[in-house]
């Protein structure tokens, strides 16, 4: 953190403190509110930042279960149950691609050098 910001922080925390660790008796339940009090600020910002970086996970998640839909004509009813970066060796050149597997397939998709392709597998 900038000088700034700590300073910000512990003016936050003088304004709103003081009063409330005016009523506690030692010096140690002081240091134990405010402990807690510190502990529940970091706890709630890596909810929001983790919140964050699920909503973005399953943004990508659900526009690969769109592509795999598109790709292989596959019916809204098909759920995508996960989706990996992977290579597929085909003659003596790897394809680069993406291996779909919904609920009843297994399905792969490649685009190498201006060639596509697509392969599928039923359960």
């Known amino acids: 953190s900038s000088r700034k910001e700590i300073t910000e922080h512990w003016d936050w925390l003088e304004s709103k403190l003081l009063q409330t660790i005016s009523i506690f008796d030692n ?14 600020i970091i706890a709630e910002e890596n909810r929001l930042k983790q919140g964050e970086e699920q909503e ?57 050098l201006g060639k596509e392709g697509t392969a599928g597998q039923s359960q």
């Not at 010096?27 to 529940?40: A, M, N, P, Q």
Request: net charge positive.
């Open 27 to 40: 010096d140690e339940d002081v240091t134990t509110f405010v402990k807690g009090k510190i502990s529940g």
């Open 56 to 112: 973005e996970d399953c943004g990508k998640f659900r526009e690969a279960e769109l592509k795999m839909r598109r790709l292989f004509g596959m019916p809204e009813e098909e759920k995508l149950v996960n989706y990996y970066s992977c290579s597929f060796w085909k003659g003596r050149v790897p394809r680069q691609g993406w291996l779909y597997l919904s609920v009843n397939h297994l399905c792969f998709y490649s685009f190498l």
